[in-house]
T-cell receptor, first 112, second 114 residues
Framework: SQQGEEDPQALSIQEGENATMNCSYK?????LQWYRQNSGRGLVHLILIRSNEREKHSGRLRVTLDTSKKSSSLLITASRAADTASYFC????????????FGTGTRLQVTL | DVKVTQSSRYLVKRTGEKVFLECVQD?????MFWYRQDPGLGLRLIYFSYDVKMKEKGDIPEGYSVSREKKERFSLILESASTNQTSMYLC?????????????FGDGTRLSIL
């Protein structure tokens, strides 16, 4: 069963705008990770946030985590056409070594 | 940089064939994973391995088996391929410290079963 559910399923914005994607999950977690997938390629790790953290930044990425609401958001600021990709959240449940459970992804289209 | 290499980008096989998908990583990672990715379903874990000759079933192991004879290589085997196994298959590896490590992915094998 899917642990993470991303929202929206698809998002289309113009270059320079900010893009926000949300992820909800069901059970307790150790951490939550965000990955990016370009069309026809494998996933690339973007950022990891631990369950005791509330916010984390990496370049133009900002991730928040609200464990009380079992949700996370990924914000990409000043988007570029090269940000066009699918974005997935993945949760590492407590008590389960090494396994991640991935959501179904948000497809982001950034137009010029 | 970690490199995870999957032997084929595209593969076409026939129903009933035995199919081998190979994955090699060059960073001495203990953990290796096989996923399949289908539209609307995201990534689903088939099997993973946390050491040589060790394996654990994931969420959808039926119809698949795996082999890990060497640390750097993790093979996925479709014992008797069926059309519902047409999918994108992704291999990944990671360090062993629980789930607090990113996974590194190969570029995937798009498998078609005719």
């Amino acid at each position: 069963s899917q642990q993470g559910e991303e929202d929206p399923q698809a998002l289309s914005i113009q270059e320079g705008e900010n893009a926000t994607m949300n992820c909800s999950y069901k059970t307790s977690i150790n951490n939550l990770q965000w990955y990016r997938q370009n069309s026809g390629r494998g996933l690339v790790h973007l950022i990891l946030i631990r369950s005791n953290e509330r916010e984390k930044h990496s370049g133009r990425l900002r991730v928040t985590l609200d464990t009380s609401k079992k949700s996370s958001s990924l914000l990409i600021t000043a988007s570029r056409a090269a940000d066009t990709a699918s974005y997935f959240c993945a949760t590492g449940p407590t008590g389960t070594a090494s396994k991640l459970t991935f959501g179904t992804g948000t497809r982001l289209q950034v137009t010029l | 940089d970690v490199k995870v290499t999957q032997s084929s980008r595209y593969l076409v096989k026939r129903t009933g064939e035995k199919v081998f998908l190979e994955c090699v990583q060059d960073m001495d990672h203990e953990n290796m994973f096989w996923y399949r990715q289908d539209p609307g379903l995201g990534l689903r874990l088939i099997y993973f391995s946390y050491d040589v000759k060790m394996k654990e079933k994931g969420d959808i192991p039926e119809g698949y088996s795996v082999s890990r004879e060497k640390k750097e290589r993790f093979s996925l085997i479709l014992e008797s391929a069926s059309t519902n196994q047409t999918s994108m298959y992704l291999c990944a590896s990671s360090l062993p410290q629980g789930t607090d490590q990113p996974q590194h992915f190969g570029d995937g094998t798009r498998l078609s079963i005719l």
